[in-house]
Protein backbone atom coordinates (compact mmCIF):
# COMPACT_ATOMS: atom_id res chain seq x y z
CA UNK A 1 0.00 0.00 0.00
CA UNK A 2 2.00 3.41 -0.71
CA UNK A 3 1.80 6.04 1.60
CA UNK A 4 -1.09 8.24 0.40
CA UNK A 5 -3.67 4.91 0.02
CA UNK A 6 -2.60 4.20 4.00
CA UNK A 7 -3.41 7.52 5.12
CA UNK A 8 -6.44 7.46 3.05
CA UNK A 9 -7.91 4.29 4.81
CA UNK A 10 -6.24 5.65 8.33
CA UNK A 11 -8.64 8.33 7.75
CA UNK A 12 -11.67 6.62 7.22
CA UNK A 13 -10.87 4.34 10.22
CA UNK A 14 -10.76 7.53 12.26
CA UNK A 15 -13.60 8.92 10.68
CA UNK A 16 -16.07 6.02 11.54
CA UNK A 17 -14.87 5.69 14.83
CA UNK A 18 -15.38 9.42 15.51
CA UNK A 19 -18.83 8.81 14.17
CA UNK A 20 -19.55 6.27 16.70
CA UNK A 21 -18.36 8.26 19.41
CA UNK A 22 -20.80 11.63 18.19
CA UNK A 23 -23.39 8.58 18.45
CA UNK A 24 -22.12 7.94 21.94
CA UNK A 25 -22.57 11.51 23.31
CA UNK A 26 -25.69 12.15 21.31
CA UNK A 27 -27.62 9.39 23.26
CA UNK A 28 -25.38 10.58 26.41
CA UNK A 29 -26.96 14.32 25.88
CA UNK A 30 -30.72 13.04 25.13
CA UNK A 31 -30.64 10.81 28.59
CA UNK A 32 -29.45 14.13 30.53
CA UNK A 33 -32.11 16.37 28.89
CA UNK A 34 -34.68 13.83 29.17
CA UNK A 35 -34.09 13.57 33.01
CA UNK A 36 -33.91 17.79 33.31
CA UNK A 37 -36.94 18.03 31.84
CA UNK A 38 -38.63 15.60 33.88
CA UNK A 39 -40.86 17.91 36.70
CA UNK A 40 -40.07 18.15 39.90
CA UNK A 41 -41.48 15.59 42.75
CA UNK A 42 -43.73 17.35 45.32
CA UNK A 43 -42.57 16.31 49.08
CA UNK A 44 -45.77 14.30 49.44
CA UNK A 45 -44.81 12.00 46.65
CA UNK A 46 -41.99 11.26 47.92
CA UNK A 47 -43.49 10.65 51.68
CA UNK A 48 -46.03 8.38 50.09
CA UNK A 49 -43.57 6.69 47.23
CA UNK A 50 -45.97 6.52 44.97
CA UNK A 51 -44.96 5.58 41.29
CA UNK A 52 -46.05 9.07 40.35
CA UNK A 53 -44.41 10.71 37.57
CA UNK A 54 -42.58 13.66 39.85
CA UNK A 55 -41.14 11.00 41.83
CA UNK A 56 -39.14 9.81 39.28
CA UNK A 57 -36.58 12.12 39.71
CA UNK A 58 -33.54 11.27 40.67
CA UNK A 59 -31.79 12.26 43.92
CA UNK A 60 -29.31 10.03 44.95
CA UNK A 61 -25.46 10.84 44.73
CA UNK A 62 -24.60 9.15 41.52
CA UNK A 63 -26.11 9.18 38.39
CA UNK A 64 -28.71 6.22 37.60
CA UNK A 65 -26.35 4.89 35.12
CA UNK A 66 -23.53 5.61 37.06
CA UNK A 67 -25.17 3.01 40.03
CA UNK A 68 -24.37 0.07 36.91
CA UNK A 69 -21.39 1.05 35.71
CA UNK A 70 -19.55 1.39 38.42
CA UNK A 71 -21.57 -1.77 40.18
CA UNK A 72 -18.93 -4.29 40.22
CA UNK A 73 -16.54 -2.39 41.91
CA UNK A 74 -19.17 -0.08 44.26
CA UNK A 75 -19.41 -3.00 46.82
CA UNK A 76 -16.31 -3.79 48.04
CA UNK A 77 -15.88 -2.59 50.98
CA UNK A 78 -12.75 -0.95 50.39
CA UNK A 79 -14.76 1.42 47.69
CA UNK A 80 -18.12 1.83 48.42
CA UNK A 81 -20.56 4.84 47.52
CA UNK A 82 -18.34 6.94 49.62
CA UNK A 83 -14.91 5.88 47.50
CA UNK A 84 -16.08 6.01 44.51
CA UNK A 85 -17.77 9.91 45.05
CA UNK A 86 -14.29 10.97 45.93
CA UNK A 87 -13.47 9.14 42.81
CA UNK A 88 -15.72 10.96 40.75
CA UNK A 89 -14.51 14.57 42.42
CA UNK A 90 -10.80 13.95 42.13
CA UNK A 91 -8.68 14.59 39.03
CA UNK A 92 -5.37 12.78 38.00
CA UNK A 93 -2.69 14.05 35.77
CA UNK A 94 -1.06 10.92 34.07
CA UNK A 95 2.31 11.94 32.65
CA UNK A 96 3.09 10.10 29.84
CA UNK A 97 0.89 8.40 27.16
CA UNK A 98 2.85 5.55 26.53
CA UNK A 99 3.25 1.99 27.64
CA UNK A 100 2.65 2.77 31.37
CA UNK A 101 0.36 5.68 30.73
CA UNK A 102 -2.19 3.52 28.55
CA UNK A 103 -3.18 1.16 30.89
CA UNK A 104 -2.85 3.23 33.85
CA UNK A 105 -5.18 5.87 32.38
CA UNK A 106 -7.36 3.42 30.72
CA UNK A 107 -8.55 1.73 34.30
CA UNK A 108 -8.58 5.30 36.08
CA UNK A 109 -10.92 6.20 33.34
CA UNK A 110 -12.79 2.78 33.69
CA UNK A 111 -13.36 3.50 36.92
CA UNK A 112 -14.50 6.75 36.88
CA UNK A 113 -11.98 9.25 38.14
CA UNK A 114 -13.68 13.03 37.35
CA UNK A 115 -11.18 14.34 35.40
CA UNK A 116 -8.48 12.75 33.54
CA UNK A 117 -5.64 14.78 31.92
CA UNK A 118 -3.00 13.29 29.62
CA UNK A 119 0.46 14.92 28.94
CA UNK A 120 2.93 13.96 26.34
CA UNK A 121 4.43 16.07 23.11
CA UNK A 122 5.05 12.64 21.28
CA UNK A 123 2.91 11.25 18.25
CA UNK A 124 2.10 7.43 17.73
CA UNK A 125 4.66 5.30 16.07
CA UNK A 126 4.25 1.99 14.27
CA UNK A 127 6.47 0.68 16.78
CA UNK A 128 4.90 1.58 20.01
CA UNK A 129 1.71 -0.70 19.42
CA UNK A 130 3.10 -3.82 20.81
CA UNK A 131 2.98 -2.06 24.08
CA UNK A 132 0.96 0.74 24.25
CA UNK A 133 -2.33 -0.32 23.36
CA UNK A 134 -4.60 2.27 23.95
CA UNK A 135 -3.09 3.19 20.33
CA UNK A 136 -3.84 1.74 17.36
CA UNK A 137 -2.83 1.14 13.83
CA UNK A 138 -5.20 3.52 12.29
CA UNK A 139 -3.93 6.12 14.58
CA UNK A 140 -0.02 6.04 13.69
CA UNK A 141 1.32 9.83 13.38
CA UNK A 142 -1.21 11.64 15.48
CA UNK A 143 -0.48 13.10 18.86
CA UNK A 144 -0.72 10.16 22.14
CA UNK A 145 -2.51 12.40 24.28
CA UNK A 146 -5.06 12.72 22.27
CA UNK A 147 -5.19 8.98 20.71
CA UNK A 148 -4.88 7.78 24.30
CA UNK A 149 -7.73 10.31 25.34
CA UNK A 150 -10.02 9.00 22.41
CA UNK A 151 -9.50 5.53 24.06
CA UNK A 152 -10.59 6.29 27.27
CA UNK A 153 -13.15 8.00 26.12
CA UNK A 154 -14.74 5.34 24.22
CA UNK A 155 -14.53 3.27 27.23
CA UNK A 156 -16.52 5.67 29.46
CA UNK A 157 -17.48 9.26 28.08
CA UNK A 158 -18.66 10.16 32.15
CA UNK A 159 -14.82 11.41 32.57
CA UNK A 160 -14.08 15.05 31.78
CA UNK A 161 -10.53 14.55 29.46
CA UNK A 162 -8.04 17.41 29.58
CA UNK A 163 -5.31 16.60 27.17
CA UNK A 164 -2.04 18.21 26.50
CA UNK A 165 0.11 17.80 23.09
CA UNK A 166 3.13 18.85 24.52
CA UNK A 167 5.81 17.19 27.28
CA UNK A 168 5.89 18.76 30.94
CA UNK A 169 8.69 21.31 30.87
CA UNK A 170 10.09 23.34 33.81
CA UNK A 171 8.14 26.53 32.09
CA UNK A 172 4.80 24.75 31.77
CA UNK A 173 5.05 22.12 34.77
CA UNK A 174 3.02 24.39 37.41
CA UNK A 175 0.17 25.61 35.38
CA UNK A 176 -0.27 22.04 33.90
CA UNK A 177 0.13 20.08 37.48
CA UNK A 178 -2.05 22.49 39.85
CA UNK A 179 -5.16 21.29 38.92
CA UNK A 180 -4.88 17.69 39.47
CA UNK A 181 -4.80 15.93 42.98
CA UNK A 182 -2.60 12.88 42.02
CA UNK A 183 0.12 12.56 39.29
CA UNK A 184 1.31 9.66 37.55
CA UNK A 185 4.73 9.26 36.56
CA UNK A 186 4.44 7.40 33.21
CA UNK A 187 7.54 8.76 31.57
CA UNK A 188 10.96 6.69 30.38
CA UNK A 189 13.53 9.33 31.38
CA UNK A 190 15.50 10.41 34.28
CA UNK A 191 15.17 14.25 33.75
CA UNK A 192 11.28 14.08 33.59
CA UNK A 193 11.39 11.81 36.63
CA UNK A 194 13.11 14.81 38.25
CA UNK A 195 11.37 17.65 37.07
CA UNK A 196 7.79 15.89 38.06
CA UNK A 197 9.19 14.71 41.09
CA UNK A 198 10.19 18.71 42.37
CA UNK A 199 7.26 20.23 40.94
CA UNK A 200 4.66 17.76 43.05
CA UNK A 201 6.97 18.03 46.17
CA UNK A 202 6.23 22.13 45.67
CA UNK A 203 2.48 21.77 44.80
CA UNK A 204 2.05 19.00 47.32
CA UNK A 205 0.63 16.24 45.42
CA UNK A 206 1.36 12.39 45.87
CA UNK A 207 3.19 11.14 43.05
CA UNK A 208 2.49 7.47 41.83
CA UNK A 209 5.81 6.61 40.11
CA UNK A 210 6.38 3.44 37.60
CA UNK A 211 9.40 2.71 35.38
CA UNK A 212 9.55 -0.41 33.16
CA UNK A 213 12.54 -1.79 31.15
CA UNK A 214 13.46 -5.14 29.65
CA UNK A 215 11.79 -7.51 31.81
CA UNK A 216 12.17 -5.46 34.72
CA UNK A 217 9.57 -2.62 36.46
CA UNK A 218 9.46 -0.90 39.59
CA UNK A 219 6.67 1.26 41.30
CA UNK A 220 6.90 3.24 44.50
CA UNK A 221 4.11 6.15 45.60
CA UNK A 222 5.93 9.53 46.39
CA UNK A 223 5.10 12.53 48.47
CA UNK A 224 2.69 10.75 50.50
CA UNK A 225 1.19 12.13 52.09
CA UNK A 226 2.50 15.72 50.40
CA UNK A 227 4.14 17.93 53.02
CA UNK A 228 5.70 21.28 53.23
CA UNK A 229 9.33 21.12 52.26
CA UNK A 230 11.23 21.07 55.40
CA UNK A 231 8.16 19.23 57.35
CA UNK A 232 9.30 15.32 58.86
CA UNK A 233 5.45 14.27 58.18
CA UNK A 234 5.77 13.71 54.29
CA UNK A 235 6.46 10.82 52.58
CA UNK A 236 10.09 10.96 50.48
CA UNK A 237 10.02 12.29 47.26
CA UNK A 238 11.82 10.73 44.17
CA UNK A 239 15.03 12.90 45.19
CA UNK A 240 15.06 11.41 48.92
CA UNK A 241 14.69 7.80 47.15
CA UNK A 242 17.40 8.42 44.17
CA UNK A 243 19.27 11.96 45.14
CA UNK A 244 21.55 11.72 42.27
CA UNK A 245 20.55 10.20 38.62
CA UNK A 246 22.04 7.30 37.29
CA UNK A 247 24.82 8.33 34.76
CA UNK A 248 23.85 9.44 31.27
CA UNK A 249 25.68 6.86 29.55
CA UNK A 250 23.95 3.95 31.81
CA UNK A 251 20.72 5.45 30.84
CA UNK A 252 19.36 2.85 28.35
CA UNK A 253 16.01 3.81 26.12
CA UNK A 254 13.36 1.03 25.04
CA UNK A 255 14.35 1.74 22.30
CA UNK A 256 17.94 0.65 23.09
CA UNK A 257 17.21 -2.17 25.65
CA UNK A 258 14.05 -3.62 24.55
CA UNK A 259 11.02 -3.82 26.42
CA UNK A 260 8.30 -6.64 27.15
CA UNK A 261 4.45 -5.37 26.24
CA UNK A 262 3.18 -6.88 29.11
CA UNK A 263 6.16 -6.03 31.56
CA UNK A 264 5.31 -2.34 31.16
CA UNK A 265 1.91 -3.04 31.12
CA UNK A 266 1.85 -4.99 34.78
CA UNK A 267 3.64 -1.70 35.93
CA UNK A 268 0.96 1.01 34.47
CA UNK A 269 -1.89 -1.46 35.66
CA UNK A 270 -0.25 -1.05 39.34
CA UNK A 271 -0.30 2.91 38.71
CA UNK A 272 -3.77 2.82 38.16
CA UNK A 273 -4.43 0.38 41.15
CA UNK A 274 -2.17 2.87 43.79
CA UNK A 275 -4.06 5.79 42.87
CA UNK A 276 -7.25 4.08 43.23
CA UNK A 277 -6.81 3.06 46.51
CA UNK A 278 -5.06 6.53 47.42
CA UNK A 279 -8.44 7.92 46.11
CA UNK A 280 -11.00 5.95 47.29
CA UNK A 281 -9.53 6.07 50.87
CA UNK A 282 -9.61 9.92 50.92
CA UNK A 283 -6.21 11.96 50.89
CA UNK A 284 -6.36 13.00 54.07
CA UNK A 285 -3.36 12.64 56.59
CA UNK A 286 -5.86 10.38 58.59
CA UNK A 287 -5.89 7.60 55.81
CA UNK A 288 -2.43 6.68 55.73
CA UNK A 289 -0.87 5.38 58.94
CA UNK A 290 -1.12 5.49 62.36
CA UNK A 291 0.40 8.77 64.35
CA UNK A 292 4.27 8.13 65.15
CA UNK A 293 4.77 5.74 62.63
CA UNK A 294 7.60 6.86 60.24
CA UNK A 295 5.83 7.16 56.71
CA UNK A 296 8.23 4.82 54.89
CA UNK A 297 7.02 3.79 51.20
CA UNK A 298 7.49 0.45 50.05
CA UNK A 299 9.54 -0.33 46.17
CA UNK A 300 8.00 -2.85 44.51
CA UNK A 301 10.31 -4.63 42.25
CA UNK A 302 8.70 -6.77 39.29
CA UNK A 303 11.25 -9.50 37.57
CA UNK A 304 8.97 -11.57 34.89
CA UNK A 305 11.59 -14.07 34.62
CA UNK A 306 12.81 -14.38 38.72
CA UNK A 307 11.32 -17.67 40.46
CA UNK A 308 9.32 -14.99 42.74
CA UNK A 309 8.48 -11.88 40.65
CA UNK A 310 7.39 -9.75 42.81
CA UNK A 311 9.30 -8.01 45.80
CA UNK A 312 9.19 -5.54 48.20
CA UNK A 313 11.79 -3.13 49.88
CA UNK A 314 10.78 -0.76 53.03
CA UNK A 315 12.79 2.41 51.94
CA UNK A 316 13.82 5.25 54.19
CA UNK A 317 11.75 8.29 54.62
CA UNK A 318 12.75 11.44 54.08
CA UNK A 319 16.19 12.50 53.73
CA UNK A 320 17.11 15.57 56.06
CA UNK A 321 19.05 16.83 53.46
CA UNK A 322 16.63 16.30 50.39
CA UNK A 323 17.85 18.76 47.44
CA UNK A 324 13.88 19.36 47.13
CA UNK A 325 11.98 18.39 49.94
CA UNK A 326 14.38 19.48 52.72
CA UNK A 327 14.42 21.86 55.12
CA UNK A 328 17.61 23.20 53.50
CA UNK A 329 15.99 23.09 49.89
CA UNK A 330 16.15 26.09 48.21
CA UNK A 331 13.66 24.92 45.45
CA UNK A 332 10.84 27.16 44.45
CA UNK A 333 8.55 27.49 42.05
CA UNK A 334 10.41 30.62 40.70
CA UNK A 335 13.29 29.09 40.32
CA UNK A 336 12.10 25.89 38.38
CA UNK A 337 9.52 27.92 36.13
CA UNK A 338 12.85 30.57 35.31
CA UNK A 339 14.92 27.30 34.09
CA UNK A 340 17.50 28.12 36.57
CA UNK A 341 17.25 24.52 37.17
CA UNK A 342 18.54 22.53 33.99
CA UNK A 343 17.70 18.82 34.63
CA UNK A 344 19.54 17.95 31.31
CA UNK A 345 22.48 18.73 33.46
CA UNK A 346 21.55 17.43 35.92
CA UNK A 347 20.91 13.95 34.20
CA UNK A 348 24.28 14.36 32.15
CA UNK A 349 23.87 14.83 28.73
CA UNK A 350 25.05 11.73 25.99
CA UNK A 351 27.62 13.81 24.72
CA UNK A 352 30.21 15.32 26.18
CA UNK A 353 29.86 19.21 27.46
CA UNK A 354 31.87 22.15 26.91
CA UNK A 355 31.83 24.57 29.63
CA UNK A 356 35.52 24.92 30.35
CA UNK A 357 38.23 26.75 28.35
CA UNK A 358 40.31 24.63 26.64
CA UNK A 359 43.34 26.22 28.63
CA UNK A 360 41.35 24.21 31.63
CA UNK A 361 41.15 21.00 30.45
CA UNK A 362 44.20 18.73 30.85
CA UNK A 363 44.45 15.35 28.88
CA UNK A 364 45.34 12.37 31.05
CA UNK A 365 48.31 11.49 29.56
CA UNK A 366 49.30 15.55 30.37
CA UNK A 367 47.81 15.05 33.84
CA UNK A 368 50.43 11.77 34.80
CA UNK A 369 53.39 13.90 33.08
CA UNK A 370 52.55 16.87 35.70
CA UNK A 371 52.37 14.00 38.50
CA UNK A 372 55.43 12.90 37.17
CA UNK A 373 57.52 16.06 36.57
CA UNK A 374 56.33 17.01 40.08
CA UNK A 375 55.61 20.56 38.55
CA UNK A 376 52.74 21.36 40.19
CA UNK A 377 53.74 19.02 43.43
CA UNK A 378 50.93 19.45 46.09
CA UNK A 379 48.01 20.31 43.33
CA UNK A 380 44.63 19.13 44.69
CA UNK A 381 42.70 16.24 42.61
CA UNK A 382 39.01 15.94 42.90
CA UNK A 383 37.45 13.03 42.25
CA UNK A 384 33.77 13.89 42.16
CA UNK A 385 32.67 10.55 41.35
CA UNK A 386 30.17 8.92 43.60
CA UNK A 387 32.27 6.45 46.54
CA UNK A 388 31.55 3.26 45.02
CA UNK A 389 33.40 3.61 41.79
CA UNK A 390 35.98 5.72 44.09
CA UNK A 391 36.73 2.74 46.17
CA UNK A 392 37.07 0.48 43.20
CA UNK A 393 39.91 2.39 41.10
CA UNK A 394 41.59 5.88 41.63
CA UNK A 395 44.46 8.17 40.45
CA UNK A 396 46.85 8.60 43.30
CA UNK A 397 46.53 10.89 45.55
CA UNK A 398 42.89 11.73 44.51
CA UNK A 399 40.57 12.79 47.10
CA UNK A 400 36.67 11.68 46.91
CA UNK A 401 34.20 14.47 47.22
CA UNK A 402 30.96 12.77 45.29
CA UNK A 403 29.23 15.34 42.98
CA UNK A 404 25.86 14.86 44.59
CA UNK A 405 27.05 15.79 47.84
CA UNK A 406 28.32 18.94 46.54
CA UNK A 407 25.25 19.55 45.32
CA UNK A 408 23.64 19.35 48.63
CA UNK A 409 26.15 21.16 50.30
CA UNK A 410 26.51 24.19 47.84
CA UNK A 411 23.02 24.49 48.71
CA UNK A 412 22.90 23.97 52.50
CA UNK A 413 23.95 27.76 53.39
CA UNK A 414 22.99 31.04 51.89
CA UNK A 415 26.46 31.82 50.06
CA UNK A 416 27.73 28.17 49.45
CA UNK A 417 31.37 29.26 50.10
CA UNK A 418 32.43 28.25 53.32
CA UNK A 419 30.25 25.03 52.85
CA UNK A 420 32.23 24.45 49.71
CA UNK A 421 35.80 25.18 51.90
CA UNK A 422 34.87 22.78 54.53
CA UNK A 423 36.47 19.58 52.50
CA UNK A 424 39.87 21.31 51.61
CA UNK A 425 42.40 19.75 53.14
CA UNK A 426 43.88 22.66 55.76
CA UNK A 427 47.70 21.96 54.26
CA UNK A 428 45.92 23.37 51.15
CA UNK A 429 47.45 26.79 50.55
CA UNK A 430 45.10 29.31 48.77
CA UNK A 431 47.05 29.28 45.70
CA UNK A 432 47.24 25.08 45.21
CA UNK A 433 46.10 24.22 41.67
CA UNK A 434 42.76 22.03 41.74
CA UNK A 435 42.17 19.43 39.26
CA UNK A 436 38.59 17.81 39.01
CA UNK A 437 37.85 14.68 37.57
CA UNK A 438 35.02 12.31 37.50
CA UNK A 439 33.84 9.55 35.16
CA UNK A 440 34.01 10.58 31.73
CA UNK A 441 34.56 14.62 31.66
CA UNK A 442 31.06 16.12 32.67
CA UNK A 443 30.51 16.30 36.00
CA UNK A 444 34.39 17.49 36.22
CA UNK A 445 33.43 20.37 34.16
CA UNK A 446 30.37 21.45 36.06
CA UNK A 447 32.60 21.24 39.72
CA UNK A 448 35.47 23.14 38.31
CA UNK A 449 33.18 26.10 36.75
CA UNK A 450 30.84 26.25 40.21
CA UNK A 451 34.47 26.38 42.10
CA UNK A 452 35.26 29.19 40.03
CA UNK A 453 32.19 30.73 40.23
CA UNK A 454 32.44 30.66 43.97
CA UNK A 455 35.99 32.38 43.42
CA UNK A 456 38.39 29.89 44.61
CA UNK A 457 40.31 30.59 41.09
CA UNK A 458 41.16 33.92 42.87
CA UNK A 459 40.43 36.09 39.66
CA UNK A 460 42.67 33.68 37.93
CA UNK A 461 45.72 33.33 39.71
CA UNK A 462 44.71 29.62 41.22
CA UNK A 463 44.38 27.22 38.35
CA UNK A 464 41.06 25.27 38.68
CA UNK A 465 40.46 23.23 35.32
CA UNK A 466 39.52 19.26 34.87
CA UNK A 467 41.12 16.61 33.75
CA UNK A 468 39.38 15.83 29.70
CA UNK A 469 37.86 12.75 29.68
CA UNK A 470 37.62 11.77 33.04
CA UNK A 471 38.84 8.46 34.31
CA UNK A 472 37.70 6.59 31.16
CA UNK A 473 40.78 8.87 29.32
CA UNK A 474 42.63 8.22 31.96
CA UNK A 475 42.10 4.35 31.46
CA UNK A 476 42.47 4.27 27.72
CA UNK A 477 45.83 6.51 28.01
CA UNK A 478 47.61 6.02 31.06
CA UNK A 479 46.70 2.82 32.97
CA UNK A 480 44.70 0.26 30.72
CA UNK A 481 44.93 -2.18 33.48
CA UNK A 482 42.34 -0.08 35.32
CA UNK A 483 38.75 -1.42 36.15
CA UNK A 484 36.49 1.31 34.97
CA UNK A 485 32.94 1.03 35.94
ZN1 LIG B 1 12.99 14.61 49.00
Known amino acids: ?87 KSAAILVVGAGGLGCPAAAYLAGAGVGTLGVVDGDTVELSNLHRQ ?34 HLTPQNAQDVVSAYDVVLDCTDHPTSRYLISDICVLLGKPLVSASAL ?144 PGERVSATDYKSILASGINRGSLLLDVREKEHFDIAKIPGAINIPFSTFQTKSRSTSNGYSAHLEWLPEDVSSDTPIYVVCRVGNDSQLVAKKLKDLGLDRHGERFIGDIKGGMKAWKLEVNQTMPFT
Not at 138 to 164: H, T
Open 214 to 357: RTDGQLIVLNNPPATQGSADGGPCYRCVFPKPPPADSVVSCGEGGILGPVVGVMGVLQALESIKLLAAGTGKENYQGPGEPLTPSLLLFSAYSPTPFRSIKMRGRRSNCFACSASSMLTLKELKTGSLDYVQFCGVTTPINILQ
Open 133 to 166: IAHNTARVGIKKADSLIQYCRGLNPEVRYVGYGE
Open 1 to 87: MDPITGKIERLKAQISETEVELQQLKAQLARLEALLSLPSPSSEAQANDQPTESSRKWTWPLEEEEYTRYGRQLILPSVGIRGQLRL
